[in-house]
């Protein structure tokens, strides 16, 4: 059974920088609130005419000649978002569209936060099986458009940012360690600790949406911080510790830790509970904020182009995100 890895990653930030002191012109908040609340500083946001396909193909681009590949060597795509570019079809389709390839697959999967180690491992699994070689895996995110400052909004507002990563996944070369293990886990019994009411046809009415779900703001996120929190810091930690003891590996072999940037406290809570050396944890989210699925994609791809990830390194992905979804990837990049 062959084993795959990462050929190439990339990502892509729009170039718009929206700053804390930006922040407070959208709803009632400071600086300083955030900064300690969050660690957030600033975040990217698209402009008006950008959808998430598009940040999407710049980042598949970049990884792609990160790989030293062409859209034609692609046989897959598998793309994650809360964010698609319209209510269906699914993103993969515009994204294809974008990027040329014309004739292979495409998946959308909705795996929030946790995008990326389930794009990997869906892919790992079909390399293992043969059934594809070269498979693009990308999570893109224009959370700027579902930005809400009211008070019941601003407590997850005040984090959202915009962004696209990808990874080019395919046969390691004679049978090399790459992709070790992924771990996919999820707990549906808290989903709406975490959630979006509306549109949906679990309202228990006829209608797919109202005015009345606009001017409530079930259109946009509600969340449980304490709940979401909590959950993030143990199920993270939990994944971390999971990986290490089924590859029969401690804490001090890992090279670097690349977790979900939610925010800086969380990351701080979850190097604490751990022990894990803040050294080899790689925390993008004081200049980026939380990007849902496209923060962990982008972090590894930054990661490794400053150098903190280097050529054999062993790194450790963790994540977390509404639903609960929770997972982790050790590669051998």
């Known amino acids: 059974m062959p084993r795959s890895r990462i050929l190439g990653t990339g990502c892509y930030l729009p170039p718009k920088v929206v700053t804390n002191f930006d922040v407070m012109q959208m709803m009632e908040t400071s600086n300083e609130f955030i900064v300690e609340r969050t660690g957030v500083r600033e975040r990217r946001h698209a402009e008006p005419g950008v959808s998430a396909s598009d940040l999407a193909a710049e980042a598949c681009r970049a990884a792609l000649a990160d790989a030293g590949l062409e859209n034609g060597d692609i046989d897959l795509v598998i793309m994650n978002t809360i ?10 389709f515009f994204l294809q569209g974008k990027l040329g390839i014309k004739g292979p697959g495409v998946i959308d999967i909705r795996q929030q936060c946790a995008g990326l180690i389930y794009g990997i491992s869906i892919a790992d699994h079909f390399i293992r099986a043969g059934t594809y ?12 458009k579902r930005i809400d400052g009211s008070y ?13 990563g990808a990874v ?23 989903a709406k600790a975490l959630y979006t009411a509306a549109p949906g046809s679990g309202l228990g009415r ?20 304490k709940a979401v929190f909590e959950n993030g810091v143990a199920r993270m930690s939990e994944a971390l510790f999971e990986s290490l003891e089924a590859n029969q ?8 830790l690349v977790p979900h940037q939610a925010n800086l406290r969380m990351l701080e809570a979850i190097i604490a509970k751990t022990r894990f050396p803040k050294e080899k944890v790689f925390i993008n989210v004081e200049k980026y904020g ?3 699925s496209a923060s962990l994609p982008i972090a590894l791809s930054e990661a490794r182009s400053c150098g903190m990830i280097r050529p054999g390194g062993l790194v450790q992905l963790v994540a977390f995100g509404s639903g609960f979804v929770w997972g982790s990837a050790l590669l051998r990049i």
Do not use: K, W, Y
């Not at 590996?249 to 670097?256: G, K, N, Y």
């Open 133 to 144: 070689q070269r498979i693009l895996v990308v999570c893109a995110e224009i959370l700027s």
């Open 152 to 164: 019941d909004g601003r407590n997850i507002a005040i984090l959202l940012g915009d962004g696209a």
């Open 168 to 190: 080019v996944v395919g046969p390691a070369e004679d049978d090399a360690p790459g992709v070790l293990s992924t771990f996919l886990h999820a707990d549906g019994s808290l």
């Open 290 to 292: 939380n990007i849902a």
């Open 83 to 92: 964010t698609p570019d319209h209510a269906d079809p699914g993103c993969a």
């Open 249 to 256: 590996l401690t804490l001090d072999q890992v090279d670097v």
């Open 206 to 225: 006829a209608e797919h949406i109202t005015h009345d779900d606009i001017d409530q703001g079930r259109v946009h996120f509600r969340m449980d911080g």
